[in-house]
């Protein structure tokens, strides 16, 4: 049985993980946001960047790539994946139905922001964001950095994001 992963954000464009297959896929009732400050990988505890979640949200829904872990690699990494994206508890690990733009289904891995969490931060406008991003630096390198491959890799598969190119475009605009 093949293992899936629902990638939205950096693992568009790092899984860390050897790809059997990858499909555009669609997850309902959640929305890609940047709701979840980083105190390790895209900021630090004393200034917090952001990265992007998947926020539940009524009605709303997610697409994004739906990745096929090679076959034999499904424990480690699942191990990997929950090392990168378990390290503040922020996350939840769900397994959860995606809709394959081919046509069927299959139930993938996927991280979803805990909004009870302390690093949730749900609802703030995106010029608040944008200089959130600008300035942020974690152990992973720039927030900008982040932002700008992850916009660029949705762009590259047809999958533009307007909140994405809005704050990639006011990001650079702050940045010079």
């Not at 996927?110 to 949730?120: A, G, K, L, M, R």
């Amino acid at each position: 049985m093949t293992m899936w992963v629902f990638g939205y954000g950096s693992l568009l464009w790092n899984p860390g993980f050897p790809v059997a297959r990858r499909e555009v896929a669609t997850l309902p009732g959640y929305a890609r946001s940047f709701c979840m400050k980083s105190i390790h990988h895209r900021g630090s505890e004393e200034k917090p960047g952001l990265v992007l979640a998947l926020d539940a949200i009524d009605g709303a829904a997610c697409t994004g790539i739906a990745l096929a872990v090679e076959a034999g690699h499904e424990e480690q990494t699942l191990l990997e994946l929950r090392a990168r994206e378990l390290i503040s508890s922020a996350y939840v690990e769900k397994y959860l139905t995606v809709q394959l733009a081919s046509g069927g289904e299959v139930t993938a891995v996927t991280y979803v922001i805990d909004p009870d969490h302390n690093q949730y931060c749900g609802g703030i406008s995106l010029e608040t964001q944008a200089r959130i991003i600008a300035e942020a630096v974690g152990g992973r390198g720039p927030n900008t950095e982040y932002l700008f491959n992850t916009a660029e890799h949705l762009a590259e598969i047809g999958l533009r994001d307007a909140d994405l190119d809005w704050l990639s475009a006011r990001v650079r605009d702050l940045a010079s």
